[in-house]
């Protein structure tokens, strides 16, 4: 079980239908959110009604009145995008990104950008955690999360199978907007410290940097993402 907290966390995963098995709300609160009150009845899924003292101990004190108990996150397997019927898919991999902060950054700009997953290595990547969940703000419950052995295996698997890898580098001598957008695309964002692995660079189609004019010639990795990703947002209006 994996616990959450914060309004929109526990709401979304209310939206999602996700496998909660029992949802705590403030007391003061109670009679005040009659539509999560309907919808967790229709699922049959306990609500709860506590004090404050017992909320904070509980999930902490940024808990905003709501926390829940949820079943463990699904670990999705690398075929789940291989073999989508979607056209223009669009894979973010994480090398080594260990912040959770960073990474609930990232799930939150998946989300908004319609990428279809996230693949992170089973060593060296941060976990899903109560703070990854938090920082997503109910996110997670909409972007596929894949956890896989090795990256160099799972990215020769996605060029196998027509994707496109794009690298992430300072050195790079191309901008995002030089790819064909039309390509089933795989971008790869480094750790926070180290960068991406030299083994990946090597595997990439594409180098691209981000140009930047100001004082500081890096961004961190939530932020670089976000960047990115808008760049290859494939449902702009």
Request: aromatic share 8%; proline share 2%; charged share 25%.
């Amino acid at each position: 079980m994996i616990k959450l907290y914060g309004k929109n966390c526990v709401v979304e995963a209310i939206h999602a239908k996700a496998p909660l098995k029992s949802v705590y709300i403030l007391k003061d609160y109670k009679n005040k959110s009659g539509y999560l009150e309907d919808k967790l009845k229709e699922s049959n899924i306990e609500i709860k009604y506590e004090t404050k003292e017992f909320m904070n101990k509980t999930f902490g004190n940024h808990n905003q009145g709501y926390g829940a108990f949820r079943k463990d996150y699904e670990n999705y397997d690398l075929d789940y995008v291989i073999r989508s019927d979607k056209k223009q898919k669009r894979v973010l991999i994480l090398d080594g990104v260990a912040d959770p902060q960073n990474f609930g950054a990232i799930i939150r700009s998946c989300d908004a950008f319609s990428f279809d997953a996230i693949i992170l290595g089973n060593n060296r990547s941060v976990p899903i955690t109560e703070v990854v969940c938090h920082v997503s703000t109910g996110a997670i419950e909409y972007v596929p999360i894949i956890y896989v052995n090795s990256l160099n295996t799972a990215v020769k698997a996605l060029k196998d199978n027509g994707f496109w890898i794009i690298a992430t580098d300072a050195s790079g001598n191309s901008v995002i907007e030089d790819i064909d957008q039309s390509l089933d695309l795989a971008l790869i964002i480094g750790s926070e410290g180290f960068g991406m692995t030299k083994t990946l660079v090597k595997a990439s189609d594409y180098i691209v940097k981000i140009p930047m004019s100001g004082h500081v010639n890096s961004l961190n990795a939530s932020v670089s993402a976000g960047i990115l990703l808008e760049k290859l947002h494939i449902n702009k209006e």
